[in-house]
């Protein structure tokens, strides 16, 4: 790109879209509505920009990248910590909205961030990009591990992949944001598996992607499915002793983190595990059976296409 190439810089809020372009300067306001963005999408293409980039900002950025997408300009999503650090780097200490839409296309155009590829429709494809994630996930630790024992002349190198990681990390976070946003199925799901307390966006993402029989077979079948069901484990001296075993490793570590949650703010799962300790069962034990419960809920909620309400003890 040169310096006379059209980069657009979008600060997005719940209520406003701050733009900025490299060639005129001038920064403008619309509101963050669907018939703005229209509006703002026939302008774009009057004059293509070569790339339009935004933050991620959890949400309120989506309508406005599905709505590119679809009239095929470029959009890059970065993490905003990327901005922030560019700013001051650049000397540009100050922040209103206006600034802000300043920086993200000045980052653009010195940066060059990817764009987003275009999402593309059926579960084999968002399965992709949820393992994508995992791969990231797992070489951030690995490097994080490397860099505890690294020699000062390879911390450089850590460093810099590091960085990188988080990046693609931020682009892969919007793709699997834009990918449930873009299909009605998987936004009513996700809708429905973020109703309950400690279920958030990317824990109902794994279970969209790698557990597509949710709400299709019964709850034991899913239990063992996962790796979550108690199996026996009888062996020379041992006796009666059940172990969880096998499963789907990536569903069973998200159900695990949604349980930590679940178990502390969520009244009925925060109830069954008390009686569990009180009963003398080991926290583990006790947290793998709040584990199946929640599974089980989540999968009475699919089959039965409805949300979560506390007041129902939802048969589980």
């Known amino acids: 790109m040169s310096k006379h190439t059209r980069i657009v810089g979008v600060d997005v809020s719940k209520a406003h879209l701050d733009l900025a372009d ?31 980039v935004l933050e991620a900002t959890g949400g309120y950025e989506m309508a406005l990248v599905i709505a590119l997408q679809a009239a095929s300009l470029p959009v890059a999503l970065v993490n905003p910590r990327q901005i922030r650090d560019f700013a ?15 920086v993200i296309a000045r980052f653009g155009l010195a940066v060059q961030p990817a764009p987003l590829p275009p ?3 059926g579960q084999e494809a968002f399965a992709g990009l949820v393992g994508r994630r995992r791969q990231i996930i797992d070489m ?22 590091l960085v990188q990681l988080k990046a693609q990390l931020a682009e892969v976070d919007a793709a699997i ?43 034991k079948q899913l239990a063992a499915l996962v790796g979550v069901a108690p199996l026996n484990h009888d062996s020379g001296t041992l006796r009666g002793q059940r172990h ?39 926290p583990k034990v ?27 003890q939802d048969g589980c």
């Open 22 to 52: 490299t060639k005129s300067g001038s920064p403008w306001r619309v509101a963050n509505s669907n018939d703005a963005i229209a509006t703002l999408i026939g302008d774009l293409q009057i004059d293509p920009p070569a790339l339009v």
């Open 119 to 121: 999402i593309e429709a």
């Open 244 to 282: 969880i075993a096998g499963g789907r490793a990536s569903v069973r570590c998200a159900l695990y983190m949604a349980t930590l949650v679940a178990v502390r703010h969520n009244p009925t799962l925060k109830a069954f595990y008390r009686r569990l300790r009180e009963a003398g069962k080991r």
């Open 177 to 219: 944001a834009l990918a449930i946003q873009t299909s009605d199925e998987l936004r009513a799901r996700q809708e429905i598996l973020t109703s309950i307390e400690g279920v958030g966006p990317l824990t109902a993402a794994v279970l969209l992607a790698e557990l597509p029989e949710l709400g299709a077979i019964g709850h």
């Open 286 to 312: 006790a947290l793998v059976a709040a584990m199946r419960k929640l599974l089980s809920i989540l999968n009475a909620l699919v089959r039965d296409n409805r949300q979560w309400q506390p007041l129902r």
């Open 140 to 161: 951030l630790v690995a490097e994080k591990n490397r860099l505890e024992h690294a020699d000062a002349a390879v911390r450089g190198w850590i460093d810099r992949h």
């Open 88 to 102: 001051r780097a650049t000397g540009q200490l100050a922040k209103t909205d206006a600034l802000d839409a300043r």
